[in-house]
Nanobody, 122 residues
């Protein structure tokens, strides 16, 4: 499984960005897809987590401003829609996927993308 993020960039406070996470390879091995972010010297922070039943958990820091959606034409692309961006949202945003653990073919290792930089200027 390969995950590729795109859509990062520099935006002013209050602006919007839409990040993409494109999955390829053995996509049948993907259980759920989540978004994390990381700043230098800090641990990765969960931004949005896919839950059972199609629900999504959002961290308090982004709740009400960020949302997750899936591509209509390409169901293997997940989007992170970010609105009303703040300087504290500046980070590298990473796509993360859990494997289907009931299928031995898929292995037990989580999948990560390389990340895309988001910079919010004040």
């Amino acid at each position: 499984v390969q995950l590729a993020e795109s859509g990062g960039g520099v935006v002013q406070t209050g602006g919007s960005l839409r990040l993409s996470c494109a999955a390829s390879g053995d996509t049948i091995c993907i259980s759920t897809v989540n978004w994390y972010r990381q700043t230098p010297g800090n641990e990765r922070e969960l931004v949005a987590e896919s839950l059972d039943g199609g629900h999504v958990f959002y961290s308090d820091a982004v709740k009400g401003r960020f949302s997750v959606s899936r591509g209509y034409a390409n169901r293997n692309t997940l989007y992170l829609n970010m609105n009303n961006l703040k300087p504290e949202d500046t980070a590298v945003y990473l796509c993360h996927a859990l494997p289907v653990r009931s299928n031995p073919y898929c292995g037990f290792r989580d999948f990560w993308g390389q990340g895309t930089q988001v910079t919010v200027s004040s």
